[in-house]
C-alpha cells in the first residue's frame, strides 16, 4: 500500500510512500486562504493596529518607498492594494518607488506591479537593491557602535518608506534576522564592517536580537510596516497593517498559531518539502528547514529536504566539504563574514546531527561536493524510506514551528 500526499504532490518532486511507514504528517493550517489580498491590505491600512489610518501619514507630493520583502506570498496583489491605498490618499503614482532586495534578481521574482492597472503599472517604479552599487547607496549616520551605517538610497531619500514583509514566527534560526523594519542588512551595503558584523547568526534567537539589527528602521523614522502571515501552497492567512514593532510581534504570533505542530515522537527520517513559488527555494530556506526537521529527527537521524533549489552555493557553503567532521567547522563558520555565512553555518548544524539528504535541481556531484547526500529521483527516495523504519512528512515545511510533544 502506498499514498501521495496532496500539499507536496503538486511540486512533483515527491515519490510514492509507503502509508505504512508514515508516522504522522503536517502541511499546514486548516484555514483559507484570503480570497482577495488586494482587498485584504486595504482594509488593513485603513485601520492599522496602533496607528492612524495611512491617510493621516502621507500626503499628495511625498515620495513613497514600498519596500518589498522577496518572499511575501500573493505579493503582486498585495502591492496592488497598497499603491491603491496610497493614490486615494493623494500620491502620485510617479512618485511610488516599490524598492526590492536582491534575492528578487536572483531568483527571478515576478514583476510586483504585474496586478497594476496598465497605467498605473508603467508610472510606478521598480528598483532591485545592489549592495555593491556604491552610487545607490547613501550614508544614513552611525549606529550606536559608532559605525558608519549605509542605506539603499532611494530609502534614505523617501518622505515616507512602507515596508511589506513575511511574518515569521519567533523561533528558529531565521528569527534572528528579523527585525521590525526589516530594513538591515537586506538593503545596507552588506560589504562594509558593520553589515557583516550585525548579520544575525543562528545563535541570535531570542531575546533583544531584533532590536540589535534595526537601527537602520529607528534612523530611518519607520512608523507604519505591513506583515503577510502565509497560507499553505503561497496563499494568504491575514495581513496586517500597523505600528512597525506592534505587528512585528502581532504577525510572529499569528505565524506560531497558524503554523505550530506537536511532533507526536521523533523518528529516524524526517522528509520535509519546501512548497511554493521559486523565490522560497533557496539555500537559506533549505538551512532553515534542516533546523526544523531536526527537532523531529531521533538522535543521529536523517532529514530529507525535497526543494526544487537550482542556485549553487556560495563561498561559505562550499565550506561544507572540507571537513569530514561538520563540527569542526563550526567555530570558523560562526566568524564568516560572507553572505551565505549564517546559511552554512546552520548547514553544518545540520550535517553535525545527522546525515542530511537533498532533492534538488541541482547536479548531484555538486550536491555530494557538501558532503550532502543527492537523491535525483523517486526510485531514489523510495528505496532511502525502505531503509527506515519510520518517518514524518512536513509539507510546506519552511512555515512549520514544530512543538516536542515529549517535553510537555
Not at 493614490?87 to 536582491?102: E, H, K, L, M, Y
Not at 534576522?177 to 537586506?186: I, R
Not at 497593517?241 to 529516524?268: L, Y
Not at 566539504?321 to 553555518?345: F, H, I, M
Amino acid at each position: 500500500m502506498s499514498t501521495r500526499f496532496n500539499d507536496v504532490q503538486r511540486t512533483g518532486r515527491l515519490s510514492e510512500i509507503p502509508a505504512e511507514s508514515v508516522v504522522s504528517q503536517f502541511h499546514g493550517p486548516p484555514e483559507d486562504a484570503v480570497s482577495d489580498p488586494a482587498a485584504a491590505v486595504v482594509a488593513s491600512l485603513g485601520d492599522p493596529l496602533d496607528f492612524p489610518p495611512l491617510r493621516q501619514a502621507v500626503v499628495q507630493g511625498d515620495r513613497v518607498a514600498v519596500v518589498l520583502d522577496h518572499d511575501v506570498p500573493q505579493a503582486p496583489d498585495i502591492v496592488g492594494g497598497t499603491i491603491e491605498t496610497l493614490i486615494s490618499c493623494g500620491v502620485d503614482p510617479q512618485d511610488v518607488v516599490i524598492v526590492q532586495t536582491d534575492a528578487a534578481r536572483r531568483h527571478v521574482d515576478p514583476d510586483p506591479r504585474g496586478s497594476l492597472p496598465a497605467d498605473i503599472g508603467r508610472r510606478v517604479q521598480r528598483e532591485i537593491h545592489d549592495p555593491l552599487d556604491r552610487d545607490r547607496l547613501a550614508y544614513l549616520g552611525l549606529t550606536r557602535a559608532n559605525e558608519p551605517l549605509y542605506l539603499n538610497r532611494t530609502l534614505v531619500d523617501a518622505d515616507f518608506v512602507l515596508p511589506i514583509l513575511r511574518a515569521r514566527p519567533g523561533t528558529g534560526p531565521l528569527a534572528g534576522g528579523q527585525s521590525p523594519s526589516g530594513l538591515f542588512p537586506s538593503f545596507s551595503d552588506r560589504t562594509s564592517s558593520v553589515a557583516g558584523r550585525l548579520v544575525p547568526s543562528p545563535d541570535l534567537m531570542h531575546g533583544d536580537a531584533a532590536a540589535q539589527i534595526d537601527e537602520a528602521g529607528w534612523m530611518l523614522g519607520i512608523r507604519l510596516a505591513v506583515r503577510v502571515v502565509p497560507a499553505v501552497q503561497s496563499g494568504v492567512l491575514s495581513i496586517l497593517a500597523g505600528d512597525a514593532p506592534a505587528v512585528f510581534r502581532a504577525g510572529q504570533i499569528a505565524c506560531e498559531n497558524a503554523w505550530s505542530w506537536t511532533v507526536p515522537d521523533r523518528v529516524p527520517l524526517v522528509v520535509a518539502c519546501i512548497d511554493g513559488p521559486r523565490g522560497e527555494h533557496t539555500w537559506e530556506t533549505v538551512a532553515h528547514v534542516l533546523s526544523i526537521a531536526g527537532a523531529a529527527a531521533q538522535d543521529g537521524g536523517g532529514v530529507l529536504v525535497v526543494s526544487e533549489l537550482e542556485t549553487p552555493p556560495g563561498m561559505a557553503l562550499s565550506r561544507l566539504g572540507t571537513a569530514e567532521d561538520a563540527a569542526q567547522l563550526l567555530p570558523e563558520l560562526r566568524k564568516d563574514p560572507s553572505p551565505d555565512g549564517v546559511t552554512a553555518l546552520e548547514m553544518a548544524r545540520a550535517l553535525a546531527r545527522g546525515p542530511v539528504y537533498l532533492r534538488s535541481r541541482l547536479d548531484a556531484e555538486s550536491v555530494e561536493e557538501l558532503n550532502i547526500v543527492p537523491l535525483t529521483s523517486d526510485t531514489q527516495i523510495a528505496r532511502l524510506v525502505a531503509r527506515y523504519a519510520s518517518c514524518i512528512i512536513l509539507g510546506n515545511a519552511q512555515h512549520i514551528v514544530l512543538q516536542d510533544g515529549n517535553t510537555r
